[in-house]
């Protein structure tokens, strides 16, 4: 638990800072949706926050992921703490962050559709918009997790392979790191929800494993000078 | 915290960087971990501290393994002289880490080295001397109050003054808690009078493990007339010469009989105790060279 608060205080600076800035994008289009709205009807249609709620904040926990592997590792192992109790404290933080990030996400779908209403445009949202029906909302969510946390957890995979391996062994099994990336965000055009929560599911699991393989026994090396 | 380290071997590549290191300390003392540059020094500590697992041989930490032992790592404190901090953090951050992730933190003991080092909390760490940044490490070492701690050349960026410091608190801090210090150095004479026993390693392998007043008895200096030196020390292994106009020091390696002390003092010649680096330097050299001693 001490682990986890530590990442959480590391990491919350940086959380609202970024939050901030979506909100600032998610005011500016509900504000351009209020003086433009009438003259953007017959181009409009689809939704600003979806596209941007679906991939901003996946690369940014990516990113994330990738430095509780490189950044985060060699303070906390070198502070008296385990291996195995890290590699808990990371899956409990990702986990965390991915229901953090998706509830703040489905605040900006409130935000994005009650700009629409103001000018009566509601009806320019795309038929799969998640505010849409309770279903839709269940729907997105589940599989929106799912891609959040994939995505941080494919980060912190990939990380730990160039801070363990060597960099062309590390190359060679980025594929395998990728597992959630790909479930998640590469193939969702192409397959049904169903498959897509599968591969989702089952990168998860492959991300999680080789995490867990390469940071059992992670030296603890010093910075390069 | 006794260490119990049985034929420990690390290896990285085809490079043996501990070769069947075998030695046992007691615990709750002030040691000194000697060694030239590249002898295992810090491959040591690293396995001790769990930092890294050994390709074969055992290390005990109160009896039982360090590494991925909760029990036991918690009680560990390794500072590097690369420092374990966050780079782009302020100061204060590093201390809030301490706090949140070490069993034994002292806040108000940090605050107060802080103070001593002059150190704001406000800084960012990689805006820091290196001299602070060693001073940094020397406050999370100390303010984890870790039943084991060790310092691994993580004082040498800090200037002289800062350096006595140090000596100072560790000394005082381990006067009101005691536990067991580990100091890897090589400023060996500036706090050669803090150490209770010496490790001596070279080449991943135990030259010596000896309290230090036993050590330094394995030498005299020998101080008088330069001419009277060379004569009385003509016969004995010289470790060093020091000449001041007519005077002559001679450090050698032996202990003197009774009837060479006589002689000694006969010839109006100072015998006096050896400096640690002189026999530090020797018994390295006669390491590399296969000298049996």
């Known amino acids: 638990m001490n682990v986890f608060k530590h990442l959480f205080s590391t990491y919350r600076t940086v959380y609202l800072w970024f939050w901030a800035v979506m909100a600032l994008f998610v005011l500016a289009i509900v504000l351009s949706f209020v003086v433009f709205g009438p003259y953007i009807e017959n181009v409009m249609d689809a939704s600003v926050w979806q596209g941007a709620a679906g991939a901003a904040p996946r690369w940014f926990v990516f990113v994330i992921g990738i430095m509780l592997a490189t950044v985060n590792l060699t303070v906390v192992i070198a502070s008296g703490i385990t291996r195995r109790a890290y590699f808990a404290a990371v899956f409990a933080f990702t986990l965390a962050t991915a229901a ?126 | 915290m006794s260490i119990e380290v049985r034929d420990l071997r690390l290896r990285f590549g085809d490079v043996d960087a501990l070769d069947g290191l075998s030695f046992s300390l007691a615990g709750g003392k002030i040691y000194g971990l000697l060694g030239r540059n590249g002898s295992g020094k810090t491959s040591l500590l690293s396995v001790l501290a769990a930092f890294r697992r050994p390709t074969s041989g055992e290390v005990l930490i109160n009896g039982a393994e360090p590494f991925e032992n909760a029990g036991v790592v918690s009680q560990i404190c390794l500072i590097r002289e690369s420092g374990d901090v966050y780079d782009n953090e302020r100061v204060a951050s590093v201390l809030r880490a301490g706090r949140q992730l070490r069993r034994d933190w002292d806040s108000d003991y940090a605050e107060k080295l802080l103070e001593r080092f002059q150190l704001s909390t406000k800084k960012r760490v990689q805006s820091l001397s290196r001299g602070q940044k060693s001073a940094l490490g020397i406050v999370v070492g100390l303010a984890s109050r870790a ?124 015998l006096g105790p050896v400096a640690l680096q002189d026999l530090f330097v020797h018994l390295t050299r006669a390491e590399a060279e296969g000298i049996v001693r």
Do not use: C
Request: charged share 15%; no cysteine; hydrophobic share 50%.
């Open chain 1, 100 to 225: 953090l990030f998706e509830v703040a996400s489905l605040a900006g779908f409130g935000v994005e559709r009650a700009g629409f209403a103001t000018q009566g445009l509601t009806g320019f949202l795309p038929v799969d918009y998640p505010l849409n029906s309770w279903n839709a909302a269940a729907s997105y969510t589940g599989e929106a997790f799912l891609a959040l946390w994939g995505f941080m957890l494919s980060g912190w995979a990939i990380g730990l392979l160039f801070y363990r391996l060597r960099v062309w062994y590390a190359i060679l099994l980025i594929p395998v790191g990728l597992g959630p990336i790909i479930g998640g965000g590469s193939l969702p055009p192409l397959i049904g929800q169903g498959a897509r929560i599968v591969t989702l599911t089952v990168g998860l699991a492959l991300a999680t494993a080789l995490g867990f393989l390469l940071v059992r026994s992670a030296p603890v090396r010093p910075k390069k000078a």
């Open chain 2, 147 to 270: 039943p084991l701690t060790m310092f691994d050349e993580s004082y040498l960026g800090m200037d002289a003054p800062s350096r006595y410091a140090f000596y100072e608190e560790l000394l005082a801090d381990y006067t009101a808690h005691p536990r067991t210090f580990v100091i890897s150095t090589h400023l060996i004479e500036e706090v050669a009078s803090l150490f209770e026993e010496v490790i001596i390693i070279d080449r991943g392998r135990l030259v010596l493990h000896e309290e230090s007043d036993a050590l330094r008895g394995r030498g005299v200096t020998v101080t008088g007339p330069a001419d009277v030196v060379d004569t009385f020390v003509a016969s004995l292994t010289v470790l060093g010469q020091q000449t001041l106009g007519r005077t002559k020091a001679a450090t050698i390696y032996g202990e003197l009989n009774d009837t060479q002390v006589r002689a000694a003092k006969l010839a109006g010649l100072e």
